[in-house]
């Protein structure tokens, strides 16, 4: 059944029933305020640069460009993206590592599940070059049974073709399985399929408000569905 926000309240969680805690990266973990500034900003004002365009025009240009393939796996391609705007967007990653980090929390939270004994997946929509950067920055997948990412699966985790195979790769029983993500699109699809227990991160960067949903039980903090 779909969530109705007017009965919104934080809810505790039953950790005796879950097994497997699906866990997404950019935006629940890490701090999305990198993948923002380097879309959003830095990548626009390069082909600026590279095109001789206003600013203005090169990020119109560009999200147009995102939106024609929002929702395939050439949306977070980061080697389609060097080839359609030549310009290494991988080198790019490495150069801008500096503001790669975890939100405040996402450490803490990760030793908690830790010392429950829960096994800890990453599912991640970001391209395993991408992957690569972060993890070399932040040491996440050491702190996690394994990441996944959609290249992997072969979709983007807002497509239901994602989640059964994503449940063949990973071995999960979704009836046992939390899953968090910042991205409703995500959530939904994990929804329809059958994932027992969703949260909707709600504060995703550092340097934006937080956003509840108004669909899933939004948390602006991980403690707030820790034991107590």
Not at 87 to 107: C, K, N, Q, S, T
Not at 155 to 164: A, G, T, V
Request: net charge negative; aromatic share 10%.
């Amino acid at each position: 059944m779909p969530y109705h926000p007017a009965k919104a309240t934080p809810q505790a969680v039953d950790w005796t029933s879950i097994d497997d805690v699906l866990l997404d990266m950019d935006g629940t973990l890490l701090d999305r305020h990198f993948d923002n500034f380097f879309f959003e900003e830095e990548l626009p004002r390069r082909y600026a640069a590279k095109h001789a365009l206003a600013f203005s025009e090169a990020r119109d240009r560009l999200m147009t460009m995102y939106r024609s393939v929002e929702g395939e796996l050439a949306w977070t391609d980061l080697h389609y993206w060097t080839e359609r705007v030549q310009i290494d967007v991988v080198a790019m990653h490495r150069e801008l590592d500096h503001m790669i980090g975890f939100l405040p929390d996402a450490e803490a939270f990760l030793l908690s599940l830790r010392r429950l004994g829960k096994r800890v997946t990453i599912l991640t929509n970001a391209h395993r070059a991408g992957v690569e950067v972060k993890t070399a920055k932040t040491g996440l997948d050491r702190q996690v049974d394994r990441i996944v990412d959609a290249f992997e699966v072969g979709w983007l985790k807002m497509r239901s073709e994602y989640w059964p195979t994503c449940r063949e790769l990973v071995g999960f029983d979704p009836s046992r399985a939390l899953y968090i993500d910042d991205d409703e699109q995500c959530l939904a699809a994990a929804e329809r399929y059958g994932i027992g227990r969703i949260f909707h991160r709600s504060k995703s960067s550092s340097q934006a408000s937080p956003v509840p949903s108004a669909r899933f039980h939004s948390i602006e903090n991980f403690q707030s569905i820790l034991p107590g």
